[in-house]
């Protein structure tokens, strides 16, 4: 079985410092991994895709994600943040295309002036 | 591309009255999925669709919700009665591969 668990339900940062949002997954099989954001409001995001080719994925917005498979990690990151990525975040797994998507419980981050 | 669509984008009803939301995917995606959003219990997957066929349903709690899909521009989920506790965002989503494309979800609440 799949899943995914995001180690901090809340990170607050202040603008123009380092964003990480950390994921630990488990999977049986070679896993495909996302990061979706989801803003006030809105529905989710994709923000950027691990599909089993470069370990380090960039997505949107200045975000990246590295895929550690000795850690079963994929801990989202960017290098400073800005006060529009206050949002919630979302680790997910899945095995195939086909596979439905596993959520993790969400990470709100919120961004101080 | 208008994106997944979905209707209405809030429902306000009374506890036993029968809701129906829909969905319209993107145009040429050959999967949907519906998906409710709670604070105590986060983004749960009800059921989707693949080629208009259910496929899996496992996560619809209980006989009260429905879900069909009659063709592929179009699917909905009924809730009937309707109960307090099925309070929610509810969104679909509908993807060709890998990437779900997410509506902007129908905010209901039940009262």
């Known amino acids: 079985a799949q899943s995914v668990t995001q180690l901090d339900s809340h990170v607050s940062v202040s603008e123009g410092t380092p964003v990480l949002l950390r994921c630990n997954y488990s999977?049986?099989?070679?896993?495909?991994l996302f990061w979706y954001v989801q803003h006030p409001n809105k529905g989710l995001q994709l923000l950027l895709k691990?599909?089993?080719?470069?370990?380090l994925v960039k997505g949107i917005n200045g975000f990246e994600a590295e895929f550690k498979k000795s850690e079963t990690s994929f801990h989202l990151t960017k290098p400073s943040a800005h006060m529009s990525d206050a949002a919630e975040y979302f680790c997910?797994?899945?095995?195939?295309?086909?596979?439905?998507?596993?959520f993790g419980t969400g990470t709100r981050l919120q961004v101080f002036p | 591309d208008a994106g997944v669509i979905q209707s209405p984008r809030h429902e306000v009803t009374e506890m036993g009255q029968e809701v129906t939301l829909r969905c319209k995917p993107i145009?040429?995606?050959?999967?949907l999925f519906w998906y409710r959003q709670t604070m105590m219990r986060g983004l749960e997957l009800l059921i989707y669709?693949?080629?208009?066929?259910?496929?899996?349903d496992s996560g619809m709690p209980e006989d009260r919700f429905s879900a069909k899909m009659p063709n592929a521009s179009f699917s909905t989920l009924k809730i009937q009665p309707s109960e307090p506790r099925d309070s929610a965002v509810y969104f679909c989503?509908?993807?060709?591969?890998?990437?779900?494309?997410f509506g902007p979800g129908t905010r209901l609440t039940v009262t």
């Open positions: 669709f693949n080629n208009n066929v259910p496929i899996d």
């Open positions: 999977s049986s099989y070679s896993p495909s």
């Open positions: 989503a509908s993807s060709l591969s890998w990437e779900q494309y």
């Open positions: 691990y599909t089993s080719a470069a370990t």
């Open positions: 997910v797994v899945t095995t195939s295309e086909t596979d439905k998507l596993i």
């Open positions: 145009s040429g995606h050959n999967s």
